[in-house]
């Protein structure tokens, strides 16, 4: 499992690069002949995300690619807590994996039973399942991003998801053992998960209107008409 973030130096909207100073000096070599001295190694972090903010001071972002955890989970925990306050989808994803709330399924809804609890977030056919796994990984996603949040002295309490994003990963490839020496397949889903928090707007107030005076059609038709000589 890796999980990137958006660093604090940044190269262009979609790439950031940092440079350190080695302590090893570089090597002499015939065919790359160097100064021995320490060296300037750039590291460049390549994190694309689908949607890039308006205003990045306001957001945070997390990511994670080829994470072991399956696909469809994913994708139904991140429907499911799409634009939520990020303070309640944790107090939902602790709930889940506590067992006391359901993640309700709405698009891979193939074999997956009913569930009392789903009734609670109306969901189709009240179809759900607790995803163990999924959400302790997606829970470590959101908090990953809150922490980049505190970095840009952002208030947790006014932020909340307003991209969440799964694509899935190339599939995992092994083999299982059959009868009559037959071999099947044996393969994993895993996912990209993408998180972009926003800190919420405060509300602009209505400008003052003037108070309008009713007229009839017929003095409004007066009013039109102009007399000449």
């Not at 056919?125 to 996603?141: C, N």
């Not at 799964?166 to 020496?181: E, K, S």
């Not at 998180?195 to 039109?224: F, T």
């Amino acid at each position: 499992m890796s999980i990137s973030s958006i660093g604090e130096y940044p190269l262009s909207p979609s790439y950031n690069s940092l440079t350190l100073a080695s302590p090893h000096p570089c090597k002499i070599s015939k065919r790359n002949p160097t100064i021995a001295s320490p060296c300037l190694v750039s590291i460049i972090y390549v994190t694309r995300y689908s949607v890039e903010p308006e205003v990045p001071e306001k957001t945070s972002k997390a990511r994670g690619s080829h994470l072991r955890v399956h696909f469809k989970h994913c994708r139904e925990i991140a429907h499911f807590t799409n634009r939520m306050n990020v303070q309640k989808c944790l107090k939902v994803l602790d709930d889940v994996l506590a067992f006391k709330a359901v993640i309700p399924f709405v698009k891979f809804t193939g074999g997956i039973g009913r569930k009392a609890m789903a009734k609670q977030c109306k969901a189709p056919g009240s179809k759900g399942r607790w995803p163990v796994k999924a959400t302790a990984v997606y829970k470590k996603l959101v908090k990953n991003a809150i922490a980049n949040a505190e970095a840009k002295l952002l208030d947790p309490e006014t932020l909340y998801i307003s991209h969440a994003q799964v694509n899935r990963a190339p599939p995992g490839r092994r083999r299982t053992y059959r009868a009559h020496g037959r071999i099947g397949k044996y393969a994993s889903q895993p996912a990209h998960i993408e998180i972009i928090l926003k800190q919420k707007e405060e509300p602009v107030k209505k400008m003052e209107e003037e108070e309008r005076v009713k007229i009839s059609k017929k003095d409004a038709a007066r009013r039109r008409f102009v007399k000449v000589g």
